[in-house]
């Protein structure tokens, strides 16, 4: 117990080494200029005007009223009623200062790190794998978006609830407890009402029946008690697309062969991002759709993907018995599904925040491939000298990664310009940094960014 606390202590210390830097962050909103009419857009902003320091119920606090606009209207894009009752709740305790929403979210990022390696180790009892696993996950490059960015807090969230879901659903079962079917099964509807992409909850639990669970019973059983979770999926997925209407996007702009393509191309494409994370942005046009102004991936590209997916699928199955590349390889992908666009909303193609579930499955392969791997030779000093020392080494190197892409969030100005220059073909971007530039007053500036995105 001592010494899991102690890994427990340690991943929320090097998490909040990286992120504590945010409390001295602004909101990634700047208040529209003095003489601007009542209700005039803010000039400079990324969703958090939208979320915080202009949404009237999260201004106005934690309230009755502010309860039921959370399931209806509070929310400006996705519908996540406890992402929204959790903001409201920062500025009725802490008032509408970005030093307290961002500590909340690193506070739960943190968390989220611990109950990780707190699954892991209750699913394996291999504590080292666990710990590297969740020490992974924590300190990716690829986390800073969904940390640092206040608007991102749905990603956090139900992170919290879905993992706790997960540690419930472990210990139903194994032990058969209605009250940890119940948990599991309140912890699910507490995820996907932050975040509704956590709708593979299901089917993770069925993941974890074949490895590490090993369950016996018969897959009629197994689905049977699945089917309260996937009703509640399918109800909150029926809403939030619902909710979405507005801003989906028609078969008639973006065809159907062109989102089999790119969800294709973007599972190798956030593979790539995970060894090299590099060239990060907030916001990544979309390859097939005119109004994002993307580049089409190429054909090469399209043929590096199919056979890196295609090797890695051999593998998975190949290595079925072993039971962790498989699971770790389908957990990786059918979290990916719900984000690859086959339902398509807004331009961006991509997104840093969507590899937040799947490489959980990802990175749990990894650990315990290389733990098996090494496990006869670790008997060996040196040997296991030059592990520890190479674990460190990647862990390090994430870490301040992690920090200096956190720094790119410290404001408005800060973040568009980095993604300008990741991404020069990105008028999205372009159009954030005009309305930079006209807050503060660069109209000429502004007028050329304008140009420049078309």
């Excluded at 690193?106 to 969740?134: E, F």
């Excluded at 000298?385 to 920090?403: F, I």
């Amino acid at each position: 117990m001592r010494r899991d606390l102690a890994i427990a202590a340690a991943l929320v210390a090097a998490t909040l080494a990286i992120y504590a830097q945010t409390l001295g962050f602004a909101f990634i909103s700047l208040p529209a200029p003095a003489d601007a009419p009542p209700g005039a857009p803010a000039p400079c902003n990324f969703d958090d005007d939208k979320y915080v320091t202009r949404n009237p119920w999260v201004q106005a606090g934690l309230s009755v009223d502010g309860v039921r606009a959370a399931f209806t209207d509070a929310a400006p894009f996705n519908w996540s009623p406890l992402v929204m009752l959790s903001l409201m709740l920062d500025s009725t305790l802490f008032g509408v200062d970005p030093a307290a929403f961002h500590a909340v979210n690193a506070a739960l990022h943190a968390l989220d790190a611990v109950l990780i390696y707190a699954l892991l180790l209750s699913l394996t009892r291999a504590r080292w794998p666990s710990a590297i696993a969740a020490a992974l996950f924590a300190l990716h490059p690829l986390r800073v978006e969904s940390v640092a960015w206040v608007a991102s807090r749905k990603d956090v969230l139900s992170a919290t609830f879905g993992l706790l879901a997960l540690l419930a659903y472990t210990r139903f079962a194994r032990r058969r407890g209605l009250k940890a079917y119940a948990a599991a099964f309140a912890a699910t509807v507490a995820a996907l009402l932050s975040k509704a992409t956590w709708a593979t909850l299901p089917a993770l639990f069925l993941l974890l029946d074949y490895w590490p669970l090993r369950r016996p019973a018969s897959i009629t059983r197994l689905l049977a008690e699945k089917v309260p979770f996937v009703g509640a999926a399918a109800l909150v997925l029926l809403v939030t697309a619902a909710y979405q209407e507005g801003n989906r996007v028609g078969f008639a702009e973006l065809a159907l062969g062109d989102r089999v393509v790119h969800a294709l191309a973007t599972c190798a494409w956030y593979l790539a991002k995970t060894l090299w994370p590099t060239g990060l942005a907030p916001h990544y046009p979309h390859p097939y759709l005119a109004t994002s102004g993307g580049v089409p991936w190429t054909a090469p590209q399209l043929a590096l993907a199919a056979l890196t997916l295609v090797s890695l699928m051999a593998l998975a199955i190949r290595t079925a018995r072993r039971g962790y590349p498989l699971v770790g390889w389908l957990w990786f992908l059918g979290a990916l599904v719900p984000v690859l666009g086959f339902a398509q909303y807004g331009t961006q193609g991509m997104a840093d925040r969507y590899t937040h579930l799947p490489h959980v499955g990802l990175f749990a392969a990894v650990a315990f491939a290389g733990a098996e791997m090494l496990a006869p030779r670790l008997g060996n000093r040196r040997v296991r000298a030059v592990v520890v020392a190479a674990v460190a080494t990647v862990l390090l190197a994430l870490g301040t990664a992690s920090y200096l892409q956190t720094r790119v969030w410290r404001d408005p100005d800060t973040l568009f310009a980095h993604s300008l220059s990741a991404i020069a073909h990105n008028g999205v971007m372009r159009q954030g940094i005009a309305r930079c530039y006209q807050g503060a007053g660069r109209f000429g500036d502004a007028q050329r960014m304008l140009e420049e995105s078309h």
